[in-house]
């Protein structure tokens, strides 16, 4: 191996101990909480070979992207002077050459810094070093609800009206302030201790700079992708609308309501919203998932008319859950 490439490697191992150049605050690295590749930059690379890149590529900028989100890494981070334990997610600045992969990072941090709501991963500060960017977060021991949906497939309706109903409070308020997220998902809905939601991962959310705008590209592969996304006809905030009917479809269910063995069939059926809802999930929730997964954007509810929807309050609402609820049913009498 050269010379120049063995100090290209040392450059992306992160220190054991983190230090803010700025503020010259010392963070102690401890577990390991993120993959090396995230589920988003194997289905991009996937599209990326099979050819259909051209078809499904929503900008050509995907190739970066894939690269960027792919490389984050999530570790236990604590302040040595007050003990506080965070999520710190580290991106090493070889992956952020380009001056678009460099605005990328800044919205994502711009974007994430100016919010603060109690199901939403709270941001506490970012700096760099000669070597990475650091972003520390709320830290969310509990994993998220794509863990829980692996260990227990589908989950009972209190429990969905619990998660779900943080899930659109948090959505609401992100709306509000004119931000879509973008890439709504069982991963991206991560779990405290008193198992509350907190939706993170910022990395393909926008702001819309005026009401009524669509934008027209989204740089990345968004899990629960939206047929008006696939057909590029511009998007606003009716895509995180159709992730949450996803979201619910799956948890409910066990598996997601578009789900194939290959992406691009699954692409088509989301095209010919080919999806179909098993007789055991109850009325009101089946109402809700056709509404929430309408082919066309403008026939679907907004936030503020979801959460006023039957599903919400026809049935029983945990006030909390036990923690045993990540491997169990729980018994509610
Ligand atoms: P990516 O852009 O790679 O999708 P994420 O923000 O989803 O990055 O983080 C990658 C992984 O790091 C997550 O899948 C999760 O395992 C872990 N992680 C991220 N944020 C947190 C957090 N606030 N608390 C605990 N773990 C986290």
Redesign the pocket.
Known sequence: MSSARREEMKKDIIPDMVVDPSSGKRYLKGRF???YF?P?MLISFYIFVTGIFSDFCLSEDLIPQMRI??F?K?YELTDVETKELF?G?VVPKSLLVKQHQKDKMTQEINIHRSISHKYI?KFHSFFEDSDHVYIL?????R??LMELHKRRKAITEPETRYFVRQVILACQYLHTNKIIHRDLKL??L?INDEMEI?I??F?LATRLDYDGERKRTLCGTPNYIAPEVLGKRGHSYEVDVWSLGCIIYTLLVGKPPFETTCLKDTYMRIKKNEYHIPSRISKAAATLIAKLLKSDPTDRPNMDQILDDEFLHCGYLPARLPTSCLTMAPRFD
């Open positions: 909480l993120g993959k995230s988003n989100r792919g984050a999530c999520a997610k991963v977060l709320e830290l969310c021991r994993r998220s991963g991206n991560f907190k993170g991962d990395g």
